[in-house]
């Protein structure tokens, strides 16, 4: 049985007061004073809490807002002066795609390291666009069990990048076949290249350390300066048709390196392996509607051996008017390759609208290896996405400066954190192997499908919104 | 056909010699007004300082919002609950446009934007305290949206075609609503209950004591069921033996002979709808120790039910479990619990084919004391997909009145229920409503710390003291009087006598979101 994958982790409390969604208005005037205030009897001791955090404030920096909205105070106050009501400012966060709770929960595990659970059932909608419209499949009877979330039984989440033989051959016992170089890493994840739009000092470097620590490989620029030797194995750096040339002797004690997609990629790749032919080189491939087309016909070439395709944050084709979600583009690459019979041969690394556990998971099922993130990374150090970066201008949300101790711990967290709700969901499932996760629809049940199942051969055809 | 025994025949001796009288509980709705000072209404009526007392407020309005004890100078708070608001104004009572000093003024509750989620709207969970309050129908003046909630999909999209005039010949008490538990001539008896649901499974250490005799009281008083879920039987509810359903889950909490031998219903618990394929977890804060005693286990110790039986690796498997159970209590009838997998119709089969009277598919879309949001969000199918498939599939093997289908996962109001059954069920399980009808907001916290702060799902003593058996028994009562109200009425409408003829009939409803041209039969 191979090493058991762990990450190592320690809560990381936010800088600043939590932004919760709940917060109490408060009509003092009207206060009677009575005894029995219901402010003594919060439950969560809140009320307490909050006095005591305007008691130590230096200035008026945020309100108390981490109410548990239970509306219990609410009802019970002898005059009815309070009130609940939702906090504007977790209100604004994100944006459409990257809405508040997503950001909150982002928070929540990058602090804890633990898997979110709440009581009371689901409250969202039904189903929605991109990841919401599917459902991962579980089975009532099935190994592994229960007992291999808690490590009793081993689930691997362990994946492979790389180019892979279609057979071995061999002669007698010996396999004669010419390996080509595979890396092996813990998890389905890759840390992608920091966006540009919200770029900050030391934020390479923090995210460099969180690949150490978390055996994981960050993808970043070629101009970075790596602050260790040993950091080397998990950093694959980014060739742009810009970038300056690695020195052989860095690029020798890498893994890993991605080359952004242009005519001579190939070229490149054999300059690549000639300084270092035990390196796997990626290619970066924006989801356009050619560069979607793109990718299948690199994978078909003999040279390659991954092939990172990248939508845009929000998971959409890039510079379409009605784009596709990334699930569907990553359904379509992996069917074109499998009607080509070379699937198994490439290595598919899916990145842009990763925002979640459940979309590493169910990105999986679409059809890619593995996944590559960048904003969750930086919604752990409490980036609120408020779109209003500006280089050279401080962050909003003060996030400078960086403290490399709480960068890379709530990072490592969150990591840790998507890899138990991984296994949690590979357990439902009853799978053992994110291996074998890949491409597996059979375990995904498609919004599309169940309702033309159950209600188009009802009621007839669905109708556009 | 098996000739029917009675239960004393059936019982084995050691039940019966154990076995305690059972109290009966009065189906009768009383007002059954909020425990909290302040009940939360959709409108809110502000009476400013111009009032000058003159009570025309209080003479003209029907509802009785404006109230002044007697012997008092001055009003008190208005029942902010019991107005219908600005909708008022047609009635020609409306007393912001009669008081002679303008000093009242009607808005919508801004709270209400705090209140409930896209499943449960806040509308739902008003609506549904309103009934529990008075056991009655909301009247239409209140304009609760309570039909359905706004997730945009499942139920919520489903409608009932309802012809322009009901039946005239058909009366109200001319419905039947009873369910047979038993379809199968094996000779256990043949139970029937008066409504088409019963209380899903929530243990104790996940509910206070009170919550669960609540619930068990009010299935004395509907003829009905509750379910132990899966933490042990405690002795209190020993007076209810007769309503109870008792679970057998992965973890065996408080499992023994003995308390499968006091039901008359026995449930499999394979897995949960909101964290299929994950088994139970009670986290250790709400071990205590009287939960601890009941589960044999530690205090403070989180406790994990794994996932799934290790006994149980194919359908041969679970008949044995059956046969088990079975033999242990000659009149028990079997339940099957299980989540909504793509196949989750074969594993229906294959349950009845294991000799199970009962078929119970729990959506992923229903409640839990404590979940991964992940597994809450993602994992297995939602029930309105379920019905149909099991329903269909069942039919096609010819079994299918052979086996009671049972559904839950997202039903919440009486409405759902009826959904459910137009889309195949033969019946329903509920447990939010039920919590909500005493009082839950849906606030998620149930896991965490000392549980839940309104005193519903939690096993902190202090907490617990926040309710009363009476006082919940008769909210319960009240809302399943109310839910019967409405499922008759939906039958009436649809000129069906009986809930057992609504079964499957999809060409009865319509779909939001579509064309609507197949007549609802495929």
Redesign the interface.
């Known amino acids: 049985m191979p090493e058991k994958y762990h990450i190592k982790t320690r809560p990381v409390p936010p800088r600043g007061p939590r932004i919760g969604k709940h917060g109490v208005v408060d009509w003092r005037e009207d206060c009677a004073r009575c005894h029995n205030c219901v402010k003594k009897a919060c439950v969560y001791d809140r009320y307490r809490q909050e006095a005591e955090y305007i008691r130590n404030l230096s200035a008026v920096e945020a309100l108390f807002f981490e109410c548990m909205g239970c509306f219990s105070c609410v009802q019970d106050c002898t005059k009815g002066l309070l009130c609940l009501s939702i906090n504007p400012v977790y209100e604004g966060l994100g944006n459409s795609y990257w809405k508040p709770d997503l950001i909150k929960t982002t928070w929540l595990q990058a602090e804890t390291a633990k898997i979110p659970v709440s009581g009371a059932g689901y409250r969202g909608l039904f189903s929605g666009p991109g990841f919401d419209s599917m459902w991962t499949d579980m089975s009532e009877i099935v190994r592994p069990t229960r007992d291999g979330i808690h490590g009793r039984e081993y689930i691997s989440t362990a994946v492979d990048i790389g180019r892979k033989p279609p057979f071995l051959a061999l002669d007698g016992r010996r396999v004669t076949t010419e390996l080509p170089p595979l890396v092996s890493i813990p998890m389905p994840l890759i840390l992608d290249l920091s966006s540009p739009a919200h770029t900050l000092p030391q934020l390479d470097a923090v995210i460099e350390q969180t690949a150490a620590a978390t055996g994981l490989i960050a993808i970043l620029d070629a101009r970075h300066q790596p602050a260790s030797e040993k950091h080397l194995r998990h950093i694959a750096f980014c060739l742009g048709p810009d970038s300056p040339a690695v020195p052989a002797e860095v690029l020798r004690k890498t893994r890993l390196v991605e080359i952004v997609d242009s005519p001579a990629v190939i070229e490149r790749i054999k300059a690549i392996k000639k300084i270092h032919p035990q390196i796997v080189v990626a290619i970066r491939v924006e989801l356009t509607a050619a560069g979607l087309r793109r990718a299948i016909e690199l994978a078909e070439l003999p040279e390659v051996e991954a092939i990172h395709v990248v939508a845009d944050a929000n998971g959409n084709e890039i510079g379409a008017p009605s784009p596709r979600f990334v699930k569907d583009m990553l359904r379509e690459i992996h069917t074109a390759l499998i009607e080509k019979g070379i699937r198994d041969e490439i290595t598919l690394i899916a990145g842009g609208g990763i925002g979640l556990p459940e979309h590493l998971a169910k990105a999986i099922i679409c059809g890619a290896d593995l996944v590559s993130i960048n904003l969750p990374l930086l919604i752990a150090l409490e980036c609120h996405l408020c779109e209003s970066c500006k280089p050279g201008q401080p962050c909003p949300a003060k996030l400078e400066p960086l403290d490399r101790d709480f960068a890379v711990g709530r990072m490592t967290n969150l990591i840790a954190a998507w890899h138990d709700q991984l296994i949690e969901v590979m357990g439902a499932m009853g799978m053992r192997e994110a291996r074998r996760l890949r491409g597996d629809v059979g375990r995904a049940m498609f919004f599309e499908q169940l309702e033309e199942e159950t209600f188009g051969k009802l009621y007839g055809t669905r109708k556009k919104h | 056909m098996a000739p029917e025994r009675s239960i004393e025949e059936l019982l084995p001796e050691n039940t019966l010699k154990t076995r305690v009288a059972q109290e009966q509980v009065e189906r009768v709705t009383r007002p059954a007004p ?1 425990r ?5 209404a959709k409108y809110i009526v502000h009476r400013s300082q111009d009032c000058r007392r003159c009570g025309k407020c209080a003479e003209v309005c029907s509802y009785q919002v404006h109230a002044r004890n007697p012997g008092f100078k001055y009003f008190g ?1 208005p029942l902010h609950h019991l107005c219908i608001g600005p909708a008022c104004e047609k009635t020609g009572h409306y007393c912001v446009a009669l008081c002679p000093q303008g000093a009242l003024q009607v808005r919508e509750n ?2 209400c ?3 409930g ?4 709207s806040s509308d739902l969970i008003l609506a549904t305290w309103k009934m529990a309050e008075t056991g009655e129908v909301p009247p239409a003046d209140y304009d609760y949206d309570y039909e359905c909630g706004r ?4 139920f ?1 999209r489903l409608r009932f075609k309802f012809p322009a005039r009901p039946p005239a010949a058909l009366r109200p008490e001319q419905i039947d609503t009873s369910l047979l538990l038993n379809k199968r001539d094996d000779g256990r008896p043949k139970l029937t209950i008066d409504v088409p649901w019963y209380g899903g499974g929530m243990s104790f250490g996940s509910v206070s004591n009170v919550t669960q005799l609540s619930k068990a009281r009010a299935a004395v008083a509907f003829n009905t069921f509750t379910c132990t879920g899966e933490g042990g039987y405690m002795e209190r509810m020993r007076p209810y033996d007769d309503h109870v359903i008792t679970q057998v889950a ?1 973890g065996l909490f408080g499992v023994r002979e003995e308390t499968i031998q006091r039901v008359p219903i026995v449930e499999f618990k ?2 949960q709808g ?1 964290k ?4 139970g ?1 009670l ?1 250790g804060d709400k071990v205590t120790l009287s939960v601890a005693r009941m589960r044999e286990a530690v205090v403070g110790f989180s406790l ?7 006994s ?3 359908i041969e ?2 008949m044995k479990h059956i046969d088990w159970v079975k033999h242990v209590n000659r009149r028990a009838l079997i339940s099957t619990k ?2 909504t ?3 989750v119709d074969m ?1 229906a089969v294959g349950s009845y084919s294991a000799g199970t009277h009962i078929v119970h598919i729990d959506g ?19 029930i ?2 379920a019905i ?2 099991v329903h269909r599939f069942l039919a096609d093997e010819g079994v299918r009145d052979k086996v009671v289908l049972i559904a839950s ?2 039903i919440r109001s009486a409405y759902d229920v009826a959904k459910a059954i137009a889309l195949g069920a033969d019946g329903a399980v509920v447990g ?1 409503a039920e919590l909500v009808a005493l009082g ?11 549980g ?3 005193g519903i ?1 939690t096993t902190d003593s202090e ?1 617990c003291e926040k309710m009363q058996i009476d006082w919940g028994t008769q909210r319960l009562v009240n809302l399943y009087s109310a839910w019967r109200d409405v499922l008759v009425s939906i039958l009436q409408r649809l000129g069906l006598r009986s809930v057992s003829e609504l079964r499957g009939r ?1 060409d009865l409803m ?2 939001l ?6 007549g ?3």
């Open positions: 909020s909290f000072r302040n009940e939360i708070e801004p709270m934007q705090a209140l989620d896209c499943r449960w997730s945009g999909g499942g919520d992965t394979y897995a909101a299929p394929g994950l088994g977890h986290l994990f039910s794994p996932f799934p039986f290790h149980v690796y194919s498997d679970h299980v989540s997998p793509t196949d594993v992923g879309y229903g409640g839990t004391g404590a979940a991964p949001d992940i597994a809450k969000k993602n994992i297995a199918m939602p309105e997909y149909g498939k996962g997202g939010t839950c907001v849906r606030c998620s916290r149930c896991e965490s710390g000392r839940c702060p309104r799902a907490l999809t319509m779909h979101d579509y064309t609507n041209d197949l609802g039969t495929s």
